[in-house]
Nanobody
């Protein structure tokens, strides 16, 4: 089992920044690819960013490219999402997730953290 706990959400104004953190425990963190997802009210969950086990490969959705950056610290067992130039449409609950080697889907999820961006 892997436990994931997100933090860092909050209420900000458009154009401001937030950094989300996701602390993992329970298994060897570096064995897991990590991802950030978000879900806005009435919308489907969408992938925001992902990072490989070593951190040398990342993916960022087109909707946030150039504004959001994913990173990880395998010593601290934590993955981060730096969010700059936030827009009202970034308002959502943000979740981190873990995908172990050999699986094509994320099977561990955090409880989510709310990000609200006011205009």
């Amino acid at each position: 089992q892997v436990q994931l706990v997100e933090s860092g959400g909050g209420l900000v104004q458009a154009g401001e920044s937030l950094r989300l953190s996701c602390a993992a425990s329970g298994r060897t963190f570096s064995n897991y690819h990590m991802g950030w997802f978000r879900q806005a009210p009435g919308k489907e969950r969408e992938s925001v960013a992902a990072i490989s086990r070593s951190g040398d490969s990342t993916y960022t959705a087109d909707s946030v490219k150039g504004r959001f950056t994913i990173s990880r610290d395998n010593i601290k067992s934590t993955v981060y999402l730096q969010m700059n130039s936030l827009k009202p449409e970034d308002t959502a609950v943000y979740y981190c997730a873990a995908r172990p080697m050999g699986l094509s889907f994320y099977n561990y999820w955090g409880q989510g953290t709310q990000v609200t961006v006011s205009s």
